[in-house]
């Protein structure tokens, strides 16, 4: 089974089994309270609300919290051919502060993927589609599944 | 009292007030259970031990939680002088992978401040001195001091 | 004059005179032979067709060429407001290698622009629409204008 | 032959004997008057003068030609093992202008080597030692040898 002899709607079918599984196993995404609102192939949009916590001493949003979004929407975007990929490098550009109770949603775009590397892009933005971050991520895919194999047997059938 | 008047130990000194005064208020900092070992003036030196919510679904630590490491040593280093400073851009390059019990150490250096911009480099290593992860973050000073002023007034007599 | 008070094809008109009096003055773009395709408010399209000169031991074009020619169109994109800015730094990642005769088409668009920092995406294609690098630049404005005062104030009679 | 079998002094002759042979090959690098002054196992410095033809409209040096010269740098120490490696991605900071007549001297440093990813440091300096660039590249192995195999197999017996 190649990505070309997919369909469309079985590519996404597929995104979004590796989402679902990815998350179960994700407790640092869970204990932030980030949400998956779709996976699609090389693409995804999750949200996470701001709360007490995640703020620094000027009262505005930790910069690491708004990269473990971004960098969790990079995951699921660069994974989503179920094909296990990580981070080699990442880059952020914080455009506008964020504040407690603000929803923010990143949006993952595939720039490129190849064989092996891939480029994407992340945007972050608040409830009033306000910029509040800029994402790159560089992934590196590391020949194993994202689903485990039985999984991926009986989808084969 | 400009930079220069200062001989290096009242530098020195400055910044450790500066760290202080940002560690008291730095709430995201404190629940990653991160340390200052040092901080200097333009440099400093932070820890981190891995704990089991900072893991991903494979069993290693978070991008996010190291990269929250490495920008709040850079946010002491860039801060040290008492001229507030905010993070721009960040990039992270992920080189090992860190493991629950890891003990994190981020050191952070002063590549480059000129008048507004800065450049710092934030290399972080575990426990047996392998390169975890190597950051860069630029800043841009914003006209405030780190300390409130009635400290500098104080400081200043 | 501020920016709001121009309707979208004064900005363009002047992005346009921005860039006719930057090409004048850029002897670099001219010996690689970039050419302008289309200036408008906030972005740019640029090509360069790779000559012998150009190319590494590999025979494939070498990165900083490909450098020249995305750092060109960001130059022109972030400076059409009339507002001079400066590169502060800027990534870029090499997808697929370019070929002497290939031509290189580099579209820069703005992804923020503030009062002072802007961060622009451009995206470097050959004559297939092969992705062949992505550029990103972040930009400091340093308060003069592009234009010489003079051209100004005509325009603004 | 692996790197472990290699003392230093053999390292170092490997790395100059591949630089040779890359030099030879590099019209762009001789394009720009670049010149080596050293190239180690993992490092390298090499020195270039500001010309004429390098200058802006600003009258200071393009940054393509300052990046052309740290990722000339960059090459030459991650090929320095004779294994080929390609850029994947960089990153520059300008924190300098450089003039006509600088000498620019670019020291690249290695930061990691895996057995295919590197993480390479450039910092470029004028001719007082003012830092001019800070860059970041990011190398991949191509599993095939700098050097001609003819060249190695002689070297092997």
């Given at each position: 089974m190649t990505d070309s002899s997919l369909n469309i709607s079985e590519a996404d079918q597929l995104a979004q089994e590796c989402a679902k599984h990815m998350y179960e196993n994700d407790a640092a995404a869970q204990a932030l309270g980030i949400k998956l609102v779709q996976v699609l192939c090389g693409s995804s949009i999750l949200v996470m609300t701001v709360k007490g916590f995640m703020l620094n001493g000027h009262k505005t949003c930790h910069g690491g919290k708004i990269f473990s979004l971004a960098d969790t929407a990079f995951a699921y975007a660069c994974n989503s051919q179920n094909q296990a990929a990580v981070a080699l490098s990442c880059t952020i550009d914080f455009v506008n502060p964020a504040f407690e109770g603000d929803t923010l949603t990143a949006t993952a775009e595939e720039l490129h993927q190849g064989g092996r590397s891939g480029v994407y892009q992340i945007k972050v933005t608040n409830q009033k589609q306000q910029l509040i971050a800029i994402f790159k991520g560089n992934s590196a895919r590391i020949?194993?599944?994202?689903?485990p194999e039985e999984n991926v047997l009986i989808k084969e059938k």
């Open positions: 020949k194993r599944s994202v689903l």
